[in-house]
């Protein structure tokens, strides 16, 4: 099949423009959701456009500046369900480390709620990665010796890091 793309006007009384706008009408006038993809039977059809949306959104995802911190852990996109956690606080810590929003100094001094955005035992930046591996912190204790990268990406090891935070009592 050749598909060509070209600009026509419309409303004039072009048939396959007129049969193209009757179409969108009655698609338009569908319930949500009854197109929806994962009612398709065509498993090989299911498969290609899945792996054309995980590329247009990795494409998408690449483009953007925004999360630089969570590209870090997480550069590649996927559907997969990354929380696994089986309590509430954890849950919620492993996606303040994972996202880069904690209460870290850097984010309280950006809201006015901190006077300094550096660390008070270093008087450097605090942000997460000073955070974790801050020497006065302890946050890493029991941890494999993996780069803070990987094992705020590994679920075992990143509740063994936030099981070390709430020990601690620092809120994060
Ligand atoms: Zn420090």
Avoid at 46 to 67: M, T
Avoid at 87 to 95: A, L
Avoid at 107 to 132: G, I, M, P
Avoid at 136 to 157: A, K, M, V, Y
Wanted: hydrophobic share 35%.
């Amino acid at each position: 099949m050749r598909v060509t793309d070209l600009t026509i006007a419309s409303h004039v009384g072009i048939p396959g423009n007129e049969k193209a706008d009757q179409h969108a009408k009655l698609a338009h006038a569908l319930p949500p959701n009854t197109m929806e993809i994962k009612q398709c039977t065509n498993k090989l059809a299911y498969d290609k456009a899945h792996e054309w949306l995980i590329s247009a959104w990795q494409k998408y995802y690449d483009g953007k500046q925004y999360a630089k911190h969570y590209k870090q852990i997480v550069p590649k996109v996927d559907t997969n369900i990354k929380g696994t956690a089986k309590h509430r606080q954890t849950e919620v810590y492993i996606s303040r480390l994972r996202s880069g929003h904690c209460l870290t100094n850097k984010t309280l001094f950006t809201y006015k709620r901190a006077t300094s955005e550096n660390c008070k035992h270093c008087n450097v930046l605090e942000d997460v990665q000073h955070l974790l591996t801050c020497p006065f912190s302890n946050f890493l204790q029991g941890c494999l010796p993996l780069n803070l990268w990987d094992s705020i990406r590994n679920p075992t090891e990143i509740e063994k890091i936030v099981k070390n935070i709430i020990a601690s009592k620092r809120r994060i």
